[in-house]
């Protein structure tokens, strides 16, 4: 009878360090692999369970350590029980049955399973195991501390230097990703203007600028009645001021300055002069995101972009860049959707010089745009040659007809988007 409660209560004793085993094991998955930056988010909001795990795995050494001591304390004790509870029912041969009885449980209960529910669910694991590992790691910080110093003394001499060990801080690529893999957590268009701000390091100025022969400005050269006539009609508040041509920019002319500085009527030559602006240049390489931060610290609007001789190749506006985050601004009604021109039968008619990007933008569409920065250049580009009216020709998966070319470029085209690429429905119809 004696030997009967004997056995009893060491079996009891064997089932709780399997328990205990079961739960160092699949709690050293479930900190290993909770998401930091959740967890990060949680210990912000006052989770005191996620703020403990926080500062726990900020010393993740000492925590693996400690879990370490504790599951292998547990094992080798709940291993010599097993032998003991063998020896005392059947000698030898039940010695060895019992050892291989004895891994299949652990392997299969202490192991296997505790660490796979771990692994689906981990801070339904790792938060409340928090409460029990931060008292514990200060009680038994002697023991994992010795165990630290030598394993820490170990991988120095193999080279590795653990206070070296990198941040967990994401890269622009993994933040993409990141971002990209949420998109059903998100609304789409907030998705959208996340991705496209990722993606301003990508682009730069010259890919969104309005091109030279496009900007609208004041010619000093053409007299004092057409720059009148220009301002009065303008619809933008900012233009150029130039002498013969854009390369001879005197500044940039403030349209709201001049209101506020006296009337159309009043305004002569030398008080336009005294109104403007210093011309501000970029280099046409310049990142977007860059060249953000460029027009808030400098407090401009818009600036001119110079290739590598000092020639003005455009103009850049901060809506310029802006639109590359939320999508266009402008309505139907603007010059930027006037470019292109409905057909009955489901093609589209549009203004070669227009941007790409800002095509791909407006139509959801999806041409390249790791070449010419216009519709024209591309497919000039794809054909080295001025082409005549009529010829068709393939842009990855958008067929293209020539309707139109003069002055060595190609005008207007036709455009056959695949089905895949729907249209705004405030594409004006023809």
């Not at 290993?32 to 050494?61: C, E, F, I, T």
């Not at 003394?153 to 967990?168: I, Q």
């Not at 933008?236 to 940039?252: A, E, K, M, Q």
């Not at 009043?266 to 953000?292: D, G, I, M």
């Amino acid at each position: 009878m004696d030997d009967d409660i004997h056995l009893g209560l060491l079996s009891t004793i064997l089932v709780i360090l399997l328990f205990l085993s079961a739960f160092f094991s699949g709690t050293e998955t479930a900190l290993m692999s909770v998401n930091r930056y959740r967890l990060r988010h949680q210990a912000r909001n006052g989770h005191r369970g996620a703020q403990l795990a926080d500062k726990l795995l900020q010393r993740p050494d000492r925590l693996i350590g400690l879990i370490l001591i504790g599951n292998n304390l547990v094992n080798i004790f709940a291993a010599q029980l097993v032998g003991f509870m063998a020896l005392r029912l059947g000698g030898a041969w039940w010695l060895a049955a019992s050892g291989v009885l004895f891994t299949l449980v652990v392997l299969i209960f202490a192991e296997v399973t505790p660490k796979t529910l771990a692994a689906l669910h981990p801070e339904r694991v790792a938060l409340p195991a928090a409460y029990i590992y931060y008292p514990l790691q200060k009680v038994a910080w002697p023991f994992v501390w010795f165990i630290n110093v030598i394993a820490n003394a170990l991988l120095r001499l193999g080279g590795v230097r653990p206070e070296d060990a990198t941040d967990d801080h994401l890269t622009i690529e993994e933040l993409r990703t990141l971002v990209s893999e949420a998109g059903a957590l998100l609304p789409r268009r907030r998705h959208k203007m996340l991705l496209r701000i990722l993606e301003l390091q990508d682009v730069t100025v010259d890919d969104v600028m309005v091109p030279h022969n496009e900007i609208v400005g004041i010619d000093l050269d053409d007299g004092h009645d057409a720059a009148l006539a220009l301002i009065r009609d303008s619809r933008f508040t900012r233009l150029p001021v130039y002498r013969d041509n854009i390369d001879n920019v005197s500044g940039v002319l403030h349209l709201r300055r001049l209101i506020q500085a006296t009337s159309l009527d009043e305004l002569s030559p030398s008080k336009l002069l005294a109104l403007l602006e210093e011309p501000y240049f970029v280099p046409e390489s310049t990142p977007l995101n860059r060249q953000l931060v460029q027009f808030q610290r400098n407090r401009r609007r818009i600036a001119f972009v110079v290739d590598e001789y000092g020639d003005i190749q455009g103009i850049v506006t901060l809506e310029d860049i802006l639109e590359e985050i939320v999508g266009e601004f402008t309505e139907a009604e603007e010059p930027d959707t006037q470019d292109i021109l409905r057909e009955e039968a489901g093609g589209f008619v549009v203004n070669a010089s227009a941007n790409v990007r800002s095509l791909n933008r407006t139509m959801n569409w999806h041409l390249p745009t790791d070449g010419p920065k216009t519709l024209n250049g591309l497919i000039l580009e794809q054909l080295e040659a001025i082409p005549e009216n009529g010829i068709g020709l393939m842009l990855d998966d958008y067929p293209i007809e020539i309707l139109q070319t003069g002055d060595n470029v190609v005008k207007t085209v036709r455009i056959r988007p695949p089905p895949k690429s729907a249209a705004p429905a405030n594409i004006a119809a023809g």
